[in-house]
Protein backbone atom coordinates (compact mmCIF):
# COMPACT_ATOMS: atom_id res chain seq x y z
CA UNK A 1 0.00 0.00 0.00
CA UNK A 2 1.15 3.52 -0.84
CA UNK A 3 2.66 5.56 2.12
CA UNK A 4 2.92 9.30 3.01
CA UNK A 5 3.97 10.60 6.26
CA UNK A 6 3.00 13.71 8.31
CA UNK A 7 5.56 14.66 10.57
CA UNK A 8 4.46 18.24 11.11
CA UNK A 9 3.41 17.94 14.97
CA UNK A 10 4.97 20.90 16.59
CA UNK A 11 6.28 21.51 20.45
CA UNK A 12 5.67 25.72 19.90
CA UNK A 13 1.51 26.60 20.30
CA UNK A 14 1.62 28.83 17.22
CA UNK A 15 2.58 26.01 14.80
CA UNK A 16 0.50 23.33 16.59
CA UNK A 17 -0.88 21.44 13.53
CA UNK A 18 -4.68 21.22 13.30
CA UNK A 19 -6.76 18.80 13.33
CA UNK A 20 -8.22 19.72 9.92
CA UNK A 21 -4.80 19.43 8.35
CA UNK A 22 -4.13 15.74 8.03
CA UNK A 23 -7.91 15.41 6.77
CA UNK A 24 -7.72 17.63 3.77
CA UNK A 25 -4.77 15.49 2.69
CA UNK A 26 -6.41 12.37 3.16
CA UNK A 27 -9.28 13.83 0.67
CA UNK A 28 -6.59 13.91 -2.09
CA UNK A 29 -5.05 10.82 -1.60
CA UNK A 30 -6.41 7.91 -3.64
CA UNK A 31 -8.07 5.35 -1.40
CA UNK A 32 -5.67 2.95 -1.65
CA UNK A 33 -3.22 4.99 0.32
CA UNK A 34 -2.00 5.55 3.79
CA UNK A 35 -1.31 8.73 5.27
CA UNK A 36 0.51 8.43 8.53
CA UNK A 37 0.33 10.88 10.89
CA UNK A 38 2.96 11.30 13.61
CA UNK A 39 2.29 12.32 16.92
CA UNK A 40 5.37 13.30 17.99
CA UNK A 41 6.37 17.27 18.44
CA UNK A 42 9.17 18.49 16.67
CA UNK A 43 10.98 21.92 17.16
CA UNK A 44 10.74 23.00 13.20
CA UNK A 45 12.42 26.32 14.03
CA UNK A 46 15.27 27.75 11.98
CA UNK A 47 15.77 25.17 9.57
CA UNK A 48 13.56 22.67 11.09
CA UNK A 49 14.30 19.05 12.91
CA UNK A 50 18.22 17.63 12.59
CA UNK A 51 16.94 14.19 13.76
CA UNK A 52 14.01 11.88 13.45
CA UNK A 53 12.18 9.73 15.93
CA UNK A 54 12.81 5.67 15.35
CA UNK A 55 8.45 5.40 14.73
CA UNK A 56 9.09 7.66 12.07
CA UNK A 57 12.01 6.33 10.35
CA UNK A 58 10.06 2.86 10.53
CA UNK A 59 7.02 4.53 8.86
CA UNK A 60 9.07 6.52 6.58
CA UNK A 61 10.84 3.01 5.27
CA UNK A 62 7.55 2.07 3.04
CA UNK A 63 6.67 5.61 2.17
CA UNK A 64 6.64 7.50 -0.89
CA UNK A 65 6.23 10.69 0.92
CA UNK A 66 7.41 12.64 3.73
CA UNK A 67 5.91 15.84 4.82
CA UNK A 68 8.02 17.44 8.06
CA UNK A 69 9.37 20.47 9.34
CA UNK A 70 12.96 19.89 7.39
CA UNK A 71 14.31 16.86 6.07
CA UNK A 72 16.53 14.76 8.40
CA UNK A 73 19.45 12.93 6.64
CA UNK A 74 18.25 9.84 8.20
CA UNK A 75 15.26 10.05 6.63
CA UNK A 76 16.44 9.72 3.24
CA UNK A 77 18.55 6.50 4.56
CA UNK A 78 15.28 5.13 5.75
CA UNK A 79 13.41 5.82 3.00
CA UNK A 80 13.89 3.54 0.24
CA UNK A 81 10.60 4.30 -1.43
CA UNK A 82 11.07 8.11 -0.76
CA UNK A 83 9.92 10.28 -4.31
CA UNK A 84 9.07 13.20 -2.60
CA UNK A 85 9.91 15.28 0.63
CA UNK A 86 8.77 18.20 1.42
CA UNK A 87 9.48 20.62 4.29
CA UNK A 88 6.92 23.51 6.00
CA UNK A 89 10.32 25.89 6.85
CA UNK A 90 11.79 28.13 4.45
CA UNK A 91 15.53 27.64 4.80
CA UNK A 92 16.76 24.20 3.50
CA UNK A 93 20.25 24.67 4.76
CA UNK A 94 20.10 22.35 7.45
CA UNK A 95 18.31 19.14 5.34
CA UNK A 96 20.81 19.38 2.18
CA UNK A 97 22.46 16.05 3.85
CA UNK A 98 24.97 14.00 1.87
CA UNK A 99 22.33 12.15 1.75
CA UNK A 100 19.91 14.03 0.33
CA UNK A 101 22.47 15.63 -1.96
CA UNK A 102 22.96 11.96 -3.43
CA UNK A 103 19.40 10.96 -3.53
CA UNK A 104 17.01 11.59 -6.53
CA UNK A 105 14.14 12.36 -4.37
CA UNK A 106 12.15 15.20 -5.43
CA UNK A 107 12.68 18.18 -2.82
CA UNK A 108 10.43 20.62 -2.02
CA UNK A 109 10.35 23.78 0.51
CA UNK A 110 7.84 26.26 1.87
CA UNK A 111 9.29 29.32 0.40
CA UNK A 112 7.08 32.15 -0.07
CA UNK A 113 4.35 30.60 2.45
CA UNK A 114 6.21 32.30 5.00
CA UNK A 115 6.36 35.87 3.46
CA UNK A 116 3.41 37.90 3.95
CA UNK A 117 4.02 38.17 7.80
CA UNK A 118 7.65 38.25 7.57
CA UNK A 119 7.05 41.08 4.76
CA UNK A 120 4.77 42.86 7.30
CA UNK A 121 7.57 42.68 10.16
CA UNK A 122 10.05 44.30 7.64
CA UNK A 123 7.99 47.05 6.79
CA UNK A 124 7.64 47.48 10.57
CA UNK A 125 11.45 47.54 10.96
CA UNK A 126 11.68 50.37 8.32
CA UNK A 127 9.27 52.55 9.89
CA UNK A 128 10.55 51.86 12.62
CA UNK A 129 13.72 53.98 12.48
CA UNK A 130 11.69 56.34 9.04
CA UNK A 131 10.10 57.57 11.58
CA UNK A 132 11.99 57.83 14.44
CA UNK A 133 10.46 55.34 16.67
CA UNK A 134 13.65 54.33 18.04
CA UNK A 135 14.00 57.92 19.08
CA UNK A 136 10.48 58.28 20.56
CA UNK A 137 11.46 54.88 22.80
CA UNK A 138 14.70 56.61 24.36
CA UNK A 139 13.15 59.50 24.59
CA UNK A 140 10.21 57.54 26.36
CA UNK A 141 12.60 55.39 28.65
CA UNK A 142 14.17 58.87 29.66
CA UNK A 143 11.00 60.47 30.63
CA UNK A 144 11.88 63.17 28.34
CA UNK A 145 9.78 65.51 26.18
CA UNK A 146 12.66 64.84 23.61
CA UNK A 147 11.82 66.79 20.70
CA UNK A 148 15.47 67.54 19.57
CA UNK A 149 16.62 64.48 17.25
CA UNK A 150 12.91 64.79 15.21
CA UNK A 151 13.64 68.69 14.44
CA UNK A 152 17.01 69.01 13.70
CA UNK A 153 18.41 70.07 10.43
CA UNK A 154 19.94 66.59 10.10
CA UNK A 155 17.06 64.87 11.68
CA UNK A 156 17.21 61.02 10.38
CA UNK A 157 13.16 60.98 9.57
CA UNK A 158 12.34 60.52 6.00
CA UNK A 159 9.14 59.25 3.98
CA UNK A 160 9.07 55.84 2.05
CA UNK A 161 7.23 57.89 -0.80
CA UNK A 162 10.42 59.87 -1.33
CA UNK A 163 13.05 56.63 -0.61
CA UNK A 164 14.62 53.75 -2.54
CA UNK A 165 14.28 50.09 -1.21
CA UNK A 166 16.70 47.82 -2.21
CA UNK A 167 16.11 43.65 -1.41
CA UNK A 168 18.85 41.53 -2.12
CA UNK A 169 17.01 38.37 -2.72
CA UNK A 170 13.81 38.48 -5.07
CA UNK A 171 11.92 35.20 -4.19
CA UNK A 172 8.48 35.22 -2.50
CA UNK A 173 9.51 36.92 0.71
CA UNK A 174 11.55 39.81 -1.36
CA UNK A 175 8.35 40.26 -3.91
CA UNK A 176 6.08 40.75 -0.73
CA UNK A 177 8.28 43.20 0.70
CA UNK A 178 8.27 45.25 -2.57
CA UNK A 179 4.71 44.84 -2.96
CA UNK A 180 4.09 46.86 0.60
CA UNK A 181 6.38 48.91 -0.15
CA UNK A 182 5.80 50.05 -3.53
CA UNK A 183 2.02 50.58 -2.29
CA UNK A 184 3.76 53.34 -0.21
CA UNK A 185 5.40 54.83 -2.64
CA UNK A 186 8.96 53.82 -2.79
CA UNK A 187 10.98 53.10 -5.13
CA UNK A 188 11.90 49.66 -5.39
CA UNK A 189 15.27 48.16 -6.73
CA UNK A 190 15.85 44.20 -6.53
CA UNK A 191 18.93 41.66 -6.82
CA UNK A 192 18.89 38.35 -7.58
CA UNK A 193 21.57 35.74 -8.63
CA UNK A 194 19.96 34.73 -12.02
CA UNK A 195 17.23 35.68 -14.08
CA UNK A 196 14.07 33.82 -14.08
CA UNK A 197 13.63 30.31 -15.75
CA UNK A 198 12.73 29.83 -18.91
CA UNK A 199 8.81 30.86 -19.26
CA UNK A 200 8.87 32.64 -15.69
CA UNK A 201 9.03 35.89 -14.70
CA UNK A 202 10.61 37.85 -12.11
CA UNK A 203 7.78 39.95 -11.79
CA UNK A 204 5.63 37.20 -11.63
CA UNK A 205 1.98 37.87 -9.38
CA UNK A 206 2.33 36.65 -5.84
CA UNK A 207 -0.58 36.60 -2.80
CA UNK A 208 -2.54 39.67 -2.38
CA UNK A 209 -2.46 41.43 -6.70
CA UNK A 210 -1.02 41.57 -9.56
CA UNK A 211 2.33 42.11 -11.21
CA UNK A 212 4.75 44.78 -10.04
CA UNK A 213 6.55 45.53 -13.40
CA UNK A 214 5.62 49.00 -12.89
CA UNK A 215 7.01 49.87 -9.43
CA UNK A 216 10.33 47.26 -9.09
CA UNK A 217 13.60 47.49 -11.36
CA UNK A 218 15.46 43.99 -10.73
CA UNK A 219 19.03 43.47 -11.81
CA UNK A 220 21.11 39.91 -11.16
CA UNK A 221 24.24 38.97 -10.00
CA UNK A 222 27.01 41.05 -8.51
CA UNK A 223 25.72 43.76 -10.85
CA UNK A 224 22.64 43.55 -9.29
CA UNK A 225 23.77 43.62 -5.74
CA UNK A 226 25.78 46.07 -6.44
CA UNK A 227 23.60 48.76 -7.58
CA UNK A 228 21.14 47.65 -4.43
CA UNK A 229 24.18 48.59 -2.27
CA UNK A 230 25.06 51.98 -3.85
CA UNK A 231 21.14 53.01 -4.47
CA UNK A 232 19.29 52.34 -1.62
CA UNK A 233 18.09 54.04 1.53
CA UNK A 234 16.76 51.14 2.99
CA UNK A 235 18.01 47.34 2.18
CA UNK A 236 16.41 44.63 3.14
CA UNK A 237 17.75 40.84 3.22
CA UNK A 238 15.66 37.81 1.93
CA UNK A 239 18.30 35.90 0.67
CA UNK A 240 18.82 32.12 1.39
CA UNK A 241 22.23 31.39 2.66
CA UNK A 242 24.47 29.55 0.43
CA UNK A 243 28.22 29.77 -0.23
CA UNK A 244 27.57 32.54 -1.94
CA UNK A 245 25.68 34.57 0.37
CA UNK A 246 27.09 33.96 3.62
CA UNK A 247 29.21 37.10 4.73
CA UNK A 248 28.13 38.79 1.99
CA UNK A 249 27.12 42.19 3.60
CA UNK A 250 30.99 42.56 5.16
CA UNK A 251 32.71 46.11 5.46
CA UNK A 252 33.30 46.48 1.78
CA UNK A 253 29.08 46.20 1.43
CA UNK A 254 28.77 48.89 4.29
CA UNK A 255 30.71 50.78 2.99
CA UNK A 256 29.38 50.81 -0.82
CA UNK A 257 25.83 51.88 1.10
CA UNK A 258 24.62 55.26 1.60
CA UNK A 259 25.33 57.43 4.73
CA UNK A 260 22.27 56.39 7.08
CA UNK A 261 21.25 53.30 5.21
CA UNK A 262 19.02 51.50 7.22
CA UNK A 263 19.57 47.36 6.94
CA UNK A 264 16.99 44.76 7.78
CA UNK A 265 17.78 41.34 8.11
CA UNK A 266 14.85 38.89 7.91
CA UNK A 267 16.85 36.09 5.98
CA UNK A 268 19.98 34.61 7.78
CA UNK A 269 22.37 36.18 10.46
CA UNK A 270 25.39 34.66 8.61
CA UNK A 271 24.48 37.01 5.45
CA UNK A 272 26.13 39.79 7.75
CA UNK A 273 29.35 40.38 8.89
CA UNK A 274 28.29 41.39 12.47
CA UNK A 275 31.10 42.97 13.97
CA UNK A 276 31.71 45.31 10.55
CA UNK A 277 27.70 45.72 11.37
CA UNK A 278 28.48 47.13 14.80
CA UNK A 279 31.37 49.24 13.72
CA UNK A 280 28.91 50.77 10.95
CA UNK A 281 25.98 51.52 13.93
CA UNK A 282 28.19 52.60 16.01
CA UNK A 283 29.81 54.95 13.80
CA UNK A 284 26.06 56.55 12.68
CA UNK A 285 27.34 55.67 8.92
CA UNK A 286 24.17 53.04 9.13
CA UNK A 287 21.25 54.60 10.67
CA UNK A 288 19.82 51.36 12.18
CA UNK A 289 19.16 47.70 12.21
CA UNK A 290 15.80 45.91 12.34
CA UNK A 291 17.37 41.91 13.07
CA UNK A 292 15.03 38.84 13.43
CA UNK A 293 18.55 36.17 12.56
CA UNK A 294 21.96 36.19 13.70
CA UNK A 295 25.33 34.08 13.04
CA UNK A 296 24.06 32.79 16.74
CA UNK A 297 20.62 32.02 17.91
CA UNK A 298 19.70 32.49 20.80
CA UNK A 299 21.22 36.23 20.20
CA UNK A 300 23.92 35.70 23.48
CA UNK A 301 23.33 37.67 26.23
CA UNK A 302 26.54 40.06 25.46
CA UNK A 303 26.48 40.80 22.24
CA UNK A 304 26.47 44.45 21.82
CA UNK A 305 23.24 44.44 19.82
CA UNK A 306 21.25 44.14 22.42
CA UNK A 307 22.39 47.82 24.15
CA UNK A 308 23.27 49.37 20.57
CA UNK A 309 20.20 52.25 20.37
CA UNK A 310 19.93 51.90 16.80
CA UNK A 311 19.48 48.02 16.98
CA UNK A 312 15.87 46.54 16.81
CA UNK A 313 16.24 42.83 17.81
CA UNK A 314 13.49 40.36 17.23
CA UNK A 315 14.28 36.87 18.45
CA UNK A 316 13.49 34.88 15.21
CA UNK A 317 9.89 35.54 15.07
CA UNK A 318 9.65 37.35 11.62
CA UNK A 319 7.12 34.73 10.51
CA UNK A 320 4.95 33.92 13.23
CA UNK A 321 1.25 34.40 11.88
CA UNK A 322 -2.26 32.26 12.63
CA UNK A 323 -2.16 32.22 8.88
CA UNK A 324 0.56 29.93 8.27
CA UNK A 325 -1.80 26.69 8.42
CA UNK A 326 -4.18 27.76 5.50
CA UNK A 327 -1.29 28.21 2.98
CA UNK A 328 0.79 25.76 3.51
CA UNK A 329 -1.66 23.18 3.55
CA UNK A 330 -3.32 24.79 0.09
CA UNK A 331 0.50 23.89 -0.76
CA UNK A 332 0.65 20.46 0.35
CA UNK A 333 -2.75 19.64 -0.84
CA UNK A 334 -1.48 20.99 -4.55
CA UNK A 335 1.60 19.43 -4.79
CA UNK A 336 -0.29 16.00 -3.84
CA UNK A 337 -2.43 16.56 -6.86
CA UNK A 338 0.86 17.65 -8.86
CA UNK A 339 2.63 14.54 -7.75
CA UNK A 340 -0.43 12.10 -8.73
CA UNK A 341 -0.62 13.28 -12.18
CA UNK A 342 3.08 13.19 -12.68
CA UNK A 343 3.33 16.93 -12.64
CA UNK A 344 6.38 19.25 -11.65
CA UNK A 345 5.91 20.18 -8.20
CA UNK A 346 5.95 23.87 -7.20
CA UNK A 347 8.97 24.84 -4.78
CA UNK A 348 11.13 22.35 -6.05
CA UNK A 349 14.44 22.86 -4.30
CA UNK A 350 17.34 23.41 -6.41
CA UNK A 351 19.92 21.02 -3.87
CA UNK A 352 22.96 22.70 -6.10
CA UNK A 353 22.21 25.67 -5.27
CA UNK A 354 21.28 25.53 -2.12
CA UNK A 355 17.33 26.77 -2.13
Do not use: C
Not at 319 to 347: C, K, M, Q, S
Amino acid sequence: MPRAVLDMADLRPIWAMPDWVPQRIREVLPADWDLYVSSEQRDGSGDGVVRAGPEVLEAVSEAQIYLGWGIPGSIIEAGGDLEWVHTAVAGVGGSLSSAMLESRVVFTNSAGIHAPPMAETVLGMILHFARGLDLAAEGQRRGEWWQDPFVSGDTPLFELADSTVGIVGFGGIGREVARRVAALGARVVASKRTPAREGADDLEAVAGGGRLGDHVDVGHGREGLDRVLRESDVVVLSAPETDETRGMIDADALVRMKDGVILVNVARGKLIDEKALERALRSGRVRGAGLDVFAREPLPEDHPFWSLPNVLVTPHVSAVTDGFWERETALIVENVGRYLAGEPLRNTVDKAAGY
